[in-house]
DNA sequence: TTGACCTGCAACCAGCCGATTGCAGGAGGA
DNA sequence: TCCTCCTGCAATCGGCTGGTTGCAGGTCAA
């Protein structure tokens, strides 16, 4: 595997931006390299450039040279495995404050009797 | 349904910082004041209070006043039903980049042929 | 070799954000 | 009623971050 997984919280700061999701959704359907994107988007160059370092920081973004630029392209992969690990979170707390809820439900039941 | 549900990116943001992480793991363990958090976490009651005013508007948490407190519980089906759109997406990406792939490959035989 | 094109690094700026302190207000119990 | 406890609002501060401009380096084609 990739030796080291990017945090959750720091792909989720690399979603947290719409401009990066602009750049997500072009490397979604293609793969481009920076200047091509600079084209498309309202943003300098360099600002795409920041972007994809933090995208690519992220796992959420793979990059490789060709000629003389560089091809960008989204992992999907990497966002449906962050999606589990949420889901999975998620459904954890409705369980447990289900059982919370239920606990409280049956003390109240003793103590009516 | 609730009103007008939150946009991903707010959502995304709002979960893109650890103190807020260690909030919402409080909260779907069990509901709690902000004062109660307070307690068990290494910021004022006024900076928790912010970060809770930031995940109730990104739909993530649900406040309900029970005497002089205010309880707080996590939306466990909010962060899974943002999960699926995520794992959506990602599907997206593959299957249209893989598409791409394929394209080429094809156009590069045609080419040897 | 020379020129065009694309990338990468550095410095700089403005605005947002997380956190703090201080104070006012309201709900419950003695 | 009075005191206590908890919440809510405002002002303030330092740091991070998204964005820009300018310049240096490297690669391909003529």
């Given at each position: 595997?990739?030796?080291?997984?990017?945090?959750?919280?720091?792909?989720?700061?690399?979603?947290?931006?719409?401009?990066?999701?602009?750049?997500?959704?072009?490397?979604?359907?293609?793969?481009r390299s920076?200047s091509e994107l600079?084209v498309e988007?309202?943003?300098?160059?360099?600002?795409?450039?920041?972007?994809?370092?933090?995208?690519?920081?992220?796992?959420?973004?793979?990059?490789?040279?060709?000629?003389?630029?560089?091809?960008?392209?989204?992992?999907?992969?990497?966002?449906?495995?962050?999606?589990?690990?949420?889901?999975?979170?998620?459904?954890?707390?409705?369980?447990?404050?289900?059982?919370?809820?239920?606990?409280?439900?049956?003390?109240?039941?003793?103590?009516?009797?």
């Amino acid at each position: 595997m990739s030796g080291s997984a990017p945090a959750p919280t720091q792909q989720l700061a690399a979603l947290a931006d719409d401009t990066r999701w602009a750049i997500l959704e072009l490397l979604g359907s293609r793969a481009r390299s920076a200047s091509e994107l600079a084209v498309e988007l309202p943003v300098s160059r360099q600002a795409i450039a920041k972007h994809l370092a933090v995208l690519e920081a992220a796992g959420l973004v793979e990059s490789a040279r060709e000629g003389r630029s560089v091809r960008h392209r989204a992992i999907g992969a990497s966002l449906s495995a962050l999606a589990d690990r949420l889901d999975a979170i998620g459904r954890q707390w409705e369980s447990r404050l289900e059982r919370v809820a239920r606990m409280a439900e049956e003390r109240a039941a003793s103590e009516r009797s």
